[in-house]
């Protein structure tokens, strides 16, 4: 009996790993705008909580088609060999060990990768890439904003560079993208390129070289804000990059089935 495959991919999706309260109990959670645009985009989303053994989480990727990883707050800097800085709220030491654990998985795998916010600062730096501690001191370029003060939304333009996945996805030109970071790329990892660029140079977006690997990491925030067109339009060549990705072992599974 040939029993149909799904042609739905699987998309994993880190979760966030709260410390407790006095008293509490530790908590996983996850903005629920990356299941919404997955499930918008016709992807199942499910969610990896931070399994720091390889022997856990690689059974996990195995189900999987492709992985989000996900905003937060910033790297331990003792880890990437930096000095503290009094900007730094960092992430739960068990989410940056799972996160490092799972980018070094992905490239490995050459799994189709959406980084967003940290997710793509994570995705740099375990990739051999740096990071800028605190854009308004360390920036060449000094004045422009990359987040409001006070937390509010804030938006600045990005401008796509020639030859980009991401100007493929998104066309010629500049866009106006959502802005609430920090930090930002220093070095681009090897392998990987700038794909755009703030009015001040910063790097704004990251993709892989190679075309054996969709890779793609973004500052801004897809999944916010309503899922607008040109957000939609990064997810939706995620989702199909991951379904792309998925076809032969699904032709195999079938073949099996049907032998």
């Known amino acids: 009996m040939l029993i149909m495959a799904t042609t739905r991919p699987l998309i994993g999706i880190n979760a966030e790993h709260l410390a407790p309260a006095k008293g509490g109990t530790p908590r996983s959670i996850v903005h629920s705008g990356y299941y919404e645009c997955l499930l918008s985009a016709g992807a199942l989303p499910i969610i990896i909580p931070p399994l720091t053994k390889e022997h856990d989480l690689a059974p996990v990727l195995d189900r999987l088609d492709g992985v989000i990883l996900v905003e937060g707050d910033d790297m331990d800097p003792v880890r990437m060999g930096l000095g503290p800085h009094p900007s730094i709220k960092t992430i739960s030491a068990r989410r940056e060990t799972h996160d490092r654990l799972l980018c070094k998985l992905v490239a490995d795998r050459k799994m189709p990768t959406l980084g967003v916010g940290l997710g793509m600062q994570e995705l740099n730096v375990v990739q051999g890439g740096g990071l800028y501690q605190h854009l308004p001191e360390d920036l060449a370029v000094k004045g422009f904003p990359h987040r409001d003060p006070q937390g509010g939304a804030h938006r600045h333009i990005v401008v796509m560079q020639k030859g980009s996945k991401l100007r493929e996805i998104y066309g010629e030109g500049e866009i106006c993208v959502n802005s609430y970071h920090h930090q930002g790329?220093?070095?681009?990892?090897?392998?990987?390129?700038?794909?755009?660029?703030?009015p001040d140079g910063l790097v704004e977006a990251i993709e892989w070289t190679g075309k054996d690997w969709f890779c793609v990491g973004v500052q801004w925030h897809p999944q916010n804000e309503g899922n607008i067109s040109l957000d939609t339009q990064l997810i939706e060549a995620f989702v199909a990059a991951a379904q792309a990705a998925s076809a032969p072992a699904e032709k195999t599974i079938k073949l099996a089935l049907a032998g």
């Not at 220093?186 to 392998?191: F, H, Y």
């Not at 990987?192 to 660029?197: K, N």
């Open 185 to 198: 790329i220093r070095k681009v990892a090897p392998g990987f390129r700038a794909a755009a660029l703030a």
